[in-house]
């Protein structure tokens, strides 16, 4: 593969210098992990931001596919750089649009929500109908900065209450749906990853 590890520390450096949120270390090593011990092959990505965990998961191997959708115009602009960077546009498709506003034909055998925390559920059902038979989707943040194990008036602010609220609803939609079950890891900002019920 055609890339530096010097190309991905710039990427994080960016995100960091502009404040821009992408996976903690640990996630993304749990990310990847699975990705190559389930052999994932075509991956749908809720949330591009400047790409970094799109390009993360499609170096993890030469025949993995990535489409990704991201609705932040400067992010998605970024993101194109990157990508064609790291020369892997025959392989990351970008969509700029709202991901709710977008609808698509192919299945994928993970998809990944990293968005809006608080438009989780939504994305979820918008996109599981795309989701293979035997493939798994994955949310991160689920613990939001440690936010989501405080009480609410130890929180900083009424807008991540807001956020807190609409995560434990996501998390307890997960957790009672007949379809699915879903486990989720306390790594990075806690990933949670669901498959059907066999």
Known sequence: MNYSISDIREIKQYA???NIP???DEGIEFLTNFIIKKQSKNILEI???IGYSAIMMCLTGDDVHVTTIERDE???MEALKN???LNLEDRITLIFNDALNVNLDDTYDLIFIDAAKGKNQEFFEHFETNLTGD???LTDN???HGYVEMNE???PSKNIAGIVRKIKEYTYFLENHMQYKTTIYRVGDGVAVTERRG
């Open 16 to 18: 960091i210098d502009n």
């Open 22 to 24: 992408i996976m903690q």
């Open 47 to 49: 949330g591009t931001a």
């Open 74 to 76: 400067v992010r998605y």
């Open 83 to 85: 990508i064609k960077k």
């Open 135 to 137: 493939g798994y989707i």
């Open 142 to 144: 689920m613990y939001f």
């Open 153 to 155: 008036e130890e929180l």
